[in-house]
């Protein structure tokens, strides 16, 4: 029993000092994860070698079906971007619609723009168009700005082949395809409540309407026939990797195991294969048929995986401080020690989820290290689905975003915020989508339970 709380208690201190040391002293989550793994490792007793070796592990555990996913999501985003297939589908989307409609349209826009993009990516992307938007309306600049990062954070939040919720796909050993049917059945209702409906109730806290001719003009920096590309083609681009997912799952749960046509479905449910075939279809449908240069195509591509190195390195040094919880047996003595808790698997994930995206501010490595903690609980919970334990972890992830966040800061610099009006808009937003994502696993949860 001793050498078991003190176990406890050591991965607690490591947890602790992880959040110390990116959350106070500004310390790079990839650093700070692989001295708190290696140096758990050795207080527990681990050999360096040993240690070194569970490290590496998991690092390459982590990113061995994460990073192809990560990769090809990042490139399919930087052809559209460049191509300006991504500006085409935002203004199709909002075009000369009535000003009521303009939050909604937006949303949707971002919800479906954002689903291969990262949020940073997608978000300076599309600001410029909620300039344009709004000195085109006469509106508040948040009243299409905050939509806009509700539809951009929802798909960021819980749906594959975005980081936080790919890797927690691989910890939890979830089917992709199912935890993307199950994230969009939460994501549309999540998108409408935080974006157009939580809009409107914000309004009163939107501020003085911040000077337009001081935001960012076009909203696009590329070749000059961008704006050629098709709008059905740019669609069915974003619409490729969520759609053959989908009909691979629904396909397996209707074929033979070991037959050729259960290996077609299996091999359509693969998101490195589905994203793979929409990288390819975008590379000709919105590349070489626009007539862009091969250069240029090579240069959307570069500028699209081009932010990848960091999240790459926190998700592997992720995967490195999971293994090292293993090697420590914390696994085991989790799974004795809760198989007779009330409290679901599930509302734990979020927690601790929430609790970490508190305090260290970034959305994956809150998802690595709860994912690391909770992942052993499904030993013991059998009935409890790994597809929805990816979406509580993820939902919890994105809990009160404040000053430790990089997201934070993007939106109040490009909106021209005070700090006071970014907690009451930004931070406010999130909290309630993260609550309306715990909300909605829990209903499903109820019904395939």
Known sequence: ?????????????????????????????????????????????????????????GFGGALARTGPVVGLGAVLGGIMIGTGGADRIANAFVGKRPLWLAPWTVCAAALLIGMPHLFDVSFIMLAPLVYTIARRTGSHLLYIGLPLAAGLYVSHGLLPPHPAPTLAVTAYHANTGLTLLYGLVIAIPAAVITGPLFTAFARRSFGPAPDLSKGPGGTRTDAENATDVSLALSI??????????????????????????????????????????????????????????????????????????????????????????????????????????????????????????????????????????????????????????????????????????????????????????????WTLMLCVQSLVGLAGVLLINMFIG
């Open 1 to 57: 029993m001793r050498g078991e709380f003190g176990t406890i208690t050591m991965a607690v201190i490591a947890i602790v000092v992880l959040i110390v040391l990116i959350a106070r002293y500004k310390l790079s989550p990839f650093i700070a994860l692989t001295l708190v793994a290696l140096g758990l490792g050795l207080a527990a007793g681990v050999t360096p070698e040993h240690a070194i070796d569970s490290f590496t592990k």
């Open 236 to 425: 069915l681009c974003l619409l490729i990797p969520p759609g053959l997912m989908l009909a691979g799952t629904l396909g397996m749960d209707y074929s033979t195991k070991g037959t050729g046509q259960y290996v077609f479905f299996q091999s359509l449910n693969d998101p490195i294969l589905s994203l793979l075939a929409a990288v390819i279809f975008a590379f000709f449908a919105l590349g070489i048929k626009s007539r862009f240069p091969l250069a240029d195509m090579q240069k959307m591509i570069g500028k699209g995986i081009a932010p990848l190195s960091a999240i790459l390195l926190i998700l592997g040094a992720g995967g490195g401080f999971k293994q090292m919880l293993t090697s420590i047996h914390l696994d085991t003595i989790i799974v004795s020690h809760t198989a007779s808790w009330a409290v679901s698997p599930l509302v734990l994930a979020w927690v601790i989820a929430a609790l970490l995206r508190v305090c260290v501010g970034s959305a994956t490595v809150a998802t690595v290290a709860a994912s690391g903690i909770v992942a052993p609980l499904l030993v013991s919970h059998p009935g409890v689905s790994p597809e929805l334990m990816v979406l509580a972890t993820a939902s919890g992830a994105v809990m009160l975003s404040h000053v430790n966040d990089s997201g934070f800061w993007l939106f109040k610099e490009y909106f021209q915020l005070t700090v006071s009006q970014t907690l009451r808009t």
